[in-house]
């Protein structure tokens, strides 16, 4: 699975280039640009997992522990509309980590005062960090508007632009276009039962260089992925989030599953188009099951 700047569970046909940005650009000397920690568009996110280490733990009093508790249910529960607007927890299988958070929000130093709280709490010296990822959310520019879009319907379906079909299309799209990509940067986390993350990267290797090829072949690849993770509408939802010079990887993929068997699915089904098979590189993942912060805690034993 490589990146998909849709949703599955929610968005419209992809491909179609729009007038490919210029990357480089610095204001001028002139231009007051704003100092400030808040994207202008869309969310911080911030992936925590966590080990517990249990010889730590079992040197905490009663007390302590208690007190700890009490510590990670207040961190735990943090949400606060233009601060922190999404927070979810799960108890994670396997050695890689005991429990994970997901959180999302405008507000930089509310998100990451969640981690802070959770390292401090009475529990923290048997808290270990196992691995973190943090990212911005994007409309991915690979995301056609409804000219765009309607130039797909003409050149690549041979739709009649003066047919009923092309205008219901075309109105159509736009209609959804605008809670798609507000989805894509401030996004409601499903409450579906479990989730996984991983982070990926697009090759830069002799002819499997992604950012070599011209914007319109990049932009058609993305299509087919994005048809390919339409087919799970309603069992996956996926938000993409960008790290590029931001964390050690390009971009984050956070899905949600109403079974763990549909996260495989359609991982093991977008690995076969050409943008995932050729060009793209995946770091490690993450699989968990969301529980509430109380069924959490006696979960993992805390």
């Not at 000397?29 to 997992?49: K, M, N, Y």
């Not at 205008?167 to 159509?172: D, F, P, S, T, Y």
């Not at 996984?196 to 319109?216: H, I, T």
Request: net charge negative.
């Amino acid at each position: 699975m490589s990146h998909d700047p849709s949703n599955p569970a929610t968005h419209g046909p992809q491909a179609a280039p729009r007038a490919q940005p210029t990357h480089g650009h610095r204001p001028g000397a002139s231009q007051q640009t704003p100092a400030t920690l808040v994207p202008e568009t869309g969310w911080h996110f911030l992936h925590l997992f966590y080990r517990i280490d249990r010889e730590r733990l079992h040197r905490l009093d009663a007390e302590r522990r208690e007190a700890g508790r009490r510590d990670l249910l207040a961190a735990l529960a943090a949400r606060a509309p233009g601060s922190i607007e999404q927070l979810q927890c799960f108890a994670v299988p396997g050695h890689k980590a005991d429990f994970g958070v997901v959180l999302a929000g405008p507000d930089l130093k509310a998100v990451h005062g969640v981690q802070m709280a959770i390292q401090a709490s009475a529990l923290g010296p048997a808290i270990v960090p196992a691995y973190s990822f943090y990212s911005l959310t994007e409309v991915s520019e690979y995301v056609p508007d409804a000219e765009e879009y309607g130039r797909i319907l003409r050149e690549r379906e041979n739709v009649d632009p003066e047919s009923p079909t092309y205008k219901a299309k075309v109105a159509a799209y736009s209609e959804r276009l605008g809670p798609m990509n507000r989805q894509r940067l401030t996004p409601d986390f499903p409450d579906w039962p479990c989730l996984c993350f991983y982070p990926m990267s697009k090759m830069r290797s002799g002819d499997q260089n992604w950012y070599l090829l011209p914007f319109e072949e990049r932009s058609e690849l993305m299509a087919q992925h994005g048809r390919s993770g339409m087919k799970f509408a309603g069992k996956v939802s996926q938000v993409i989030t960008a790290s590029t010079g931001l964390d050690d990887w390009e971009w984050g993929v956070t899905l949600w599953g109403r079974n763990p068997l549909y996260l495989k699915d359609i991982v093991y089904t977008m690995r076969f188009d050409e943008s995932s098979a050729k060009y793209a590189l995946f770091g490690d993942f993450y699989f968990g099951y969301l529980l509430p912060p109380e069924e959490l805690l006696e979960t993992i034993r805390l």
